[in-house]
C-alpha cells in the first residue's frame, strides 16, 4: 500500500454519506450500471418481497435499495469496515456478529449463529478498481480480525467460492486471502467453503 494513507473505521451511522459516496461513485467504476448496497445479506425472503414489491408498484429498484441500506446502517443491522485513501472511501466489507444475519438471507446464504457462540461472519467485499491488487482487502480483514478478537469472539467465519482461476468480481473473497491471515478449512457447502480463524 506503497503512496497510500490508508485507515479502516468500523461504519457508523455517522459514516453513511461515505458509505453511498462509495458505492455510487467508486464502488463500481467499471461496470456503471450496476448497483449494490450490500443490503441483501440482512434481508430475509420475505423482506426482499416486500421491497420488490415497492419497486413493482413503480419505484426505482436502485432507490429502494438504498432507502433499505440507510434503515440497516440506522438500526446497527449492516455492519462492517470502510477502508479509506486520504479520507476518501474506497474499499468495504460486510462483517458482523453471526446473530446479526438472519437464519437465511434472500441471496439463501446461511451465515447465522446464536450469539452466545461469539462468532463474525465476513461476507462481502467491494474495493474500488483502481486499488484492487493492492492488499486493501487484506488489511480490512485483518482490522476484522483485530476487532473480534478485542471484542471477545471466539473465531471468524468467511465463506469464499472455489474457482480454478481469478474472478474480479469475487465479493466473498478469494480463498487464499483468508489462509494467508490464518483461517483453516472447518466445512464445505456446495461450491463455497468455510473458512475459520480460532481467536484463543
Known amino acids: 500500500m506503497a503512496n497510500m494513507?490508508?485507515?479502516i473505521k468500523p461504519l457508523t451511522p455517522g459514516l453513511s454519506v461515505d458509505y453511498f459516496d462509495f458505492f455510487e461513485n467508486r464502488a463500481f467504476t467499471d461496470n456503471p450500471p450496476y448497483r449494490c448496497y450490500c443490503q441483501l445479506y440482512q434481508m430475509t425472503k420475505e423482506q426482499q418481497k416486500a421491497e420488490l414489491d415497492k419497486a413493482a408498484d413503480g419505484a426505482d429498484m436502485g432507490r429502494v435499495s438504498r432507502k433499505v441500506a440507510e434503515q440497516q446502517i440506522d438500526s446497527g443491522v449492516l455492519r462492517g469496515y470502510l477502508a479509506f485513501d486520504?479520507?476518501?472511501?474506497?474499499?468495504?466489507?460486510?462483517?458482523?456478529?453471526?446473530?446479526?444475519?438472519?437464519?437465511?438471507?434472500?441471496?439463501?446464504?446461511?451465515?447465522?449463529?446464536?450469539?452466545?457462540?461469539?462468532?463474525?461472519?465476513?461476507v462481502c467485499f467491494e474495493i474500488a478498481?483502481?486499488?484492487?491488487?493492492k492488499g486493501i482487502a487484506a488489511?480490512?480483514?485483518?482490522?476484522?480480525i483485530d476487532d473480534a478478537r478485542?471484542?471477545?469472539?471466539?473465531a471468524v467465519e468467511s465463506f469464499p467460492v472455489v474457482r480454478s482461476e481469478r474472478f474480479e468480481w469475487d465479493s466473498t473473497g478469494p480463498l487464499?486471502?483468508?489462509?494467508?491471515?490464518?483461517?483453516?478449512?472447518?466445512?464445505?457447502?456446495?461450491?463455497?467453503?468455510?473458512m475459520r480463524k480460532e481467536l484463543k
Open 5 to 7: 494513507n490508508i485507515t
Open 86 to 122: 486520504d479520507g476518501v472511501a474506497i474499499g468495504w466489507c460486510n462483517a458482523g456478529d453471526k446473530a446479526n444475519y438472519p437464519i437465511e438471507s434472500c441471496t439463501g446464504e446461511r451465515f447465522y449463529a446464536p450469539a452466545e457462540k461469539r462468532e463474525k461472519a465476513v
Open 139 to 144: 488489511a480490512l480483514l485483518q482490522r476484522v
Open 129 to 133: 478498481p483502481e486499488y484492487r491488487g
Open 176 to 194: 487464499r486471502l483468508y489462509e494467508k491471515a490464518g483461517f483453516v478449512k472447518a466445512a464445505v457447502q456446495e461450491k463455497k467453503v468455510v
Open 150 to 154: 478485542a471484542e471477545g469472539y471466539i
